[in-house]
């Protein structure tokens, strides 16, 4: 499947900064997903891009599909402690998701 | 609506046994999905079904098997368990794109 890589693996931020997380691709995707994974829980969907360029927003949380379609982005703004867990990018093909490795983010209150 | 069910959520195999993780879905989704997660990676394709009766192999598929007769159903047969197999294992079921996973069996072979 297609590989996905995320960067940073661990984010660790003071409550009430902003973050952001990057997922990249050595190809172009046609879709990007992002899950969510609390500690000890399962992932949870998020949300999906499909389009270059696309933002959407979530509360605090925007997502953001590149122009090529390489790469994507989740930024969080003043970090809460309900924001702590592991989020996954996770790449569509042939109704197959590639999941990149997430990124865990702890929070300091 | 329950979603996603998996039983169990823990178990202990010793090297060498066999066991079934159950996975049913009351949401009508074709696509189903057995996903194994080892601490601090991220989720590996098993194996998925497209719909009852088709299953395919994903990126990690030895010493494993899936069977999908019903729609609701995709139980995952584990046969001579090894230490390599311990992880937590994740089945998720979806219509077309946004996975529902159910929360998962904690598996450990001893």
């Known amino acids: 499947g297609q590989q996905v890589m995320q960067i940073p693996q661990y984010q660790h931020v003071q409550e009430g900064e902003d973050f952001t997380t990057y997922c990249n691709s050595s190809?172009?995707?046609?879709?990007i997903q992002w899950y969510k994974q609390r500690p000890g829980g399962h992932p949870v969907f998020l949300i999906q891009?499909?389009?270059?360029?696309e933002v959407k927003k979530q509360k605090r949380l925007t997502f953001q599909f590149g122009e090529a379609k390489k790469n994507s982005s989740l930024h969080i703004t003043a970090t809460q402690t309900t924001d702590v867990g592991t989020y996954f990018c996770?790449?569509?093909?042939?109704?197959?998701?590639?999941f990149g490795a997430g990124t865990t983010v702890t929070v300091r209150a | 609506n329950a979603g996603v069910t998996q039983t169990p959520k823990f178990r202990i195999l010793k090297i060498g046994q066999s066991m079934t993780l159950q996975c049913a879905q009351d949401?009508?989704?074709?696509?189903m999905y057995w996903y194994r997660q080892d601490p601090g990676m991220g989720l590996k394709l098993i194996y998925y079904?497209?719909?009852?009766?088709?299953?395919d192999k994903g990126e990690v598929p030895n010493g494993y098997n899936v069977s999908r007769s019903t729609t609701e159903d995709f139980p995952l047969r584990l046969e001579l368990a090894a230490p390599s197999q311990t992880s937590v294992y994740f089945c998720?079921?979806?219509?077309?794109?946004?996975?529902?996973f159910g929360s998962g069996t904690r598996l450990t072979v001893v």
């Open positions: 998720a079921s979806s219509p077309n794109y946004g996975y529902t």
């Open positions: 190809t172009t995707l046609s879709n």
């Open positions: 891009l499909v389009k270059s360029g």
């Open positions: 996770a790449a569509l093909n042939d109704y197959k998701l590639s």
């Open positions: 949401m009508n989704h074709n696509y």
């Open positions: 079904s497209v719909g009852a009766g088709i299953t």
